[in-house]
Nanobody, 138 residues
Framework: VQLVESGGGLVQAGGSLRLSCAAS????????IGWFRQAPGKEREGVSC????????WYADSVKGRFTISSDNAKTTVYLQMSDLKPEDTDVYYC????????????????????????????????WGQGTQVTVSS
């Protein structure tokens, strides 16, 4: 069981990239799945998340209108389409699939808490990708 990310690379400012996060051994049904970015020595920054329950999405203010998150119908791959990229988007992007603690919990809210480190509630069914580098040149 794992998450495998792909799609990072080097692009000029104003360009586009699409990141993929593929699940192996499970589906995203019921999960909060999304992307965060983190530079060495810095805190994680949530970028975007999608609910595997109802498809609700969330975006950080810094990427609203530029990034779009989506999932395939099989709920095994999540995509992050990044457009109008800026140098400040340069970072390592990680995918995370977080299982909510209760059946009526919001997958997105719990994902945000886990990524931000504001909850100690963790599940053995939480999965993290290895990261992919995105570099935007000016």
């Amino acid at each position: 069981v794992q998450l495998v990310e792909s799609g990072g690379g080097l692009v000029q400012a104003g360009g586009s990239l699409r990141l993929s996060c593929a699940a192996s051994g499970f589906t995203f049904d019921g999960y909060g799945i999304g992307w965060f970015r983190q530079a060495p020595g810095k805190e994680r920054e949530g970028v975007s998340c999608i609910s595997g329950t109802n498809g609700t999405t969330w975006y950080a203010d810094s990427v609203k209108g530029r990034f779009t998150i989506s999932s395939d119908n099989a709920k095994t791959t999540v995509y992050l389409q990044m457009s109008d990229l800026k140098p400040e988007d340069t970072d390592v992007y990680y995918c995370a699939a977080i299982w909510p603690p209760w059946s009526d919990s919001s997958p997105i809210l719990h994902w945000l808490k886990v990524v931000a480190g504001t909850t100690s509630m963790k599940s053995p069914y939480d999965y993290w990708g290895q990261g992919t580098q995105v570099t935007v040149s000016s």
